[in-house]
């Protein structure tokens, strides 16, 4: 309910559903969040944004999910706050 990860991982099965729960602190009137989310050699398997007005500290959360199965391997999610990149997290699919 507080969008925060409650059990964090970075190796997940091909059927799993991948969130990533993003931390900002401070106040803005509009700020866009991005979530870019690549596979192995940098194919973008999807790519959303949130539009967020925080007053003090937040979670912004986002999800990917294939019901047909991830494939095997690394991954990466990289978060940006207003195009610029803050923080990114490789994963793996197993």
Do not use: C, M, R
Request: net charge neutral; aromatic share 8%; charged share 15%.
């Amino acid at each position: 309910p507080d969008q925060k990860v409650t059990t964090p991982t970075t190796a997940f099965t091909p059927k799993d559903t991948i969130y990533a729960a993003v931390s900002t602190t401070g106040t803005a009137p509009n700020a866009v969040l991005n979530a870019k989310w690549t596979y192995q050699d940098g194919q973008t398997v999807n790519e959303s944004s949130q539009t967020i007005a925080p007053n003090g500290p937040a979670v912004t959360s986002f999800h990917i999910s294939k019901p047909d199965g991830w494939p095997a391997g690394n991954y990466k999610v990289e978060i940006s706050l207003n195009g610029t990149s803050v923080a990114t997290k490789d994963f793996s699919v197993k």
